[in-house]
Structures are given as structure tokens and as C-alpha cells.
């Protein structure tokens, strides 16, 4: 994470676009990624999915929005300060406390 950082960071940097990237600019830029990563599938039978983007063309398109998504997301992280890497690590030993595998083993979690 720390070179992805660097590299996002040196790329803003040699544009001059670290003054535009606020919390609230930098969220929406990223919001307005997943829109564009959603709307590759919005019309995808949701079983034929994986099948669909397994074609090169379609594969290549979703991981380009994809890396736009992570792009931003490392950006809003530097912004505020934020270690991704040591936070997702955090989440999920959070989530394995949670969601202890021997009670939802193949149950979809759901929200209280």
C-alpha cells in the first residue's frame, strides 16, 4: 500500500492537483467511480456475471474502473491520514470476531 500511495501521491503532485483533493472532492471523484465500475454491470444477469467478464475486452474495462476506484480511495486515505493497509487489516480481524465462520458458514450476513 505504501508505494501504491506514493505513486497516487507523486502523480497528483507533479499535475498540482493535491489543492483540489479535499475529503469531500476526493469522496465524490470516488463515488462517481463505483457509479462507473456499477454501470459496466447494471444490466448483467447477476448469474451471468463472472461468465460475461471473463471475455478480455470486458475483463480489461472492469479492472480499469476498478484500479480508478482504488486510485481514489488510496488518495482520500493520504488525505486524511489514514493507514489503509493497517485499517482493512483492523476490519477484518474485527469481522472474523463478528462473523465467527463456524455460525455463518454460508449464511449472508445481515444488518440488525
Sequence with gaps: ?????????EFSTERDWQQFHDPKSVIL??????????ELFQWVPAEQAVAQFSDPARQARAAEEMADVLVYLVCLADV??????????????????????????????HKP
Excluded: C, I, N, Y
Excluded at 493497509?85 to 450476513?109: C, N, Y
Design 29 to 38: 471523484a470516488l463515488v462517481g467511480e463505483v457509479g462507473e465500475l456499477a
Design 80 to 109: 486524511l491520514g489514514v493507514d489503509l493497509g493497517e485499517a482493512a487489516r483492523a476490519k477484518l480481524a474485527a469481522s472474523h470476531v463478528r462473523f465467527a465462520a463456524d455460525q455463518v458458514r454460508g449464511v449472508a450476513p
Design 1 to 9: 500500500m505504501g508505494e501504491l500511495t506514493r505513486l497516487v501521491r
